[in-house]
């Protein structure tokens, strides 16, 4: 019913910069929060920026002041400005999103099939 397809992984030296960007589709009525979360080699997933329908982020103190989170609400779609990339932060990221379905009016939580990023030293 709904869809999450993230892009923009890559391979990219310490230092560098890297934009992922996620875009939502289906039988979507609305869109609450979006997320981002990673998953490093050995690591649980986790949680690694937040942003409401209204704008307001949060961030792990560890990305704080590098990475950016945005949303377009009219393209249902999430961002993430990573700079000052650091080897620590190589994982895969995933995209997820708290969707009200059209055809039911339920809330369900929807997941991205994840896109690597490596951060080299």
């Known amino acids: 019913q709904v869809q999450l397809v993230e892009s923009g992984g890559g391979l990219v030296q310490a230092g560098g910069s890297l934009r992922l960007s996620c875009t939502a589709s289906g039988s979507i009525f609305s869109i609450n929060d979006m997320r981002w979360f990673r998953q490093g080699p050995g690591n649980e997933r986790r949680l690694v920026a937040a942003?409401?329908?209204?704008?307001?982020?949060n961030y792990i103190d560890s990305v704080k002041g590098r990475f950016t989170i945005s949303r377009d609400n009219l393209k249902n779609t999430v961002y993430l400005q990573m700079n000052s990339l650091k080897p620590e932060d190589t994982a895969v990221y995933y995209c997820?999103?708290?969707?009200?379905?059209?055809?039911?009016?339920?809330?369900?939580?929807?997941w991205g099939q994840g896109t690597q990023v490596t951060v080299s030293s």
């Open positions: 997820n999103a708290i969707v009200q379905v059209s055809t039911t009016r339920l809330w369900n939580n929807y």
């Open positions: 942003i409401t329908s209204g704008g307001s982020t």
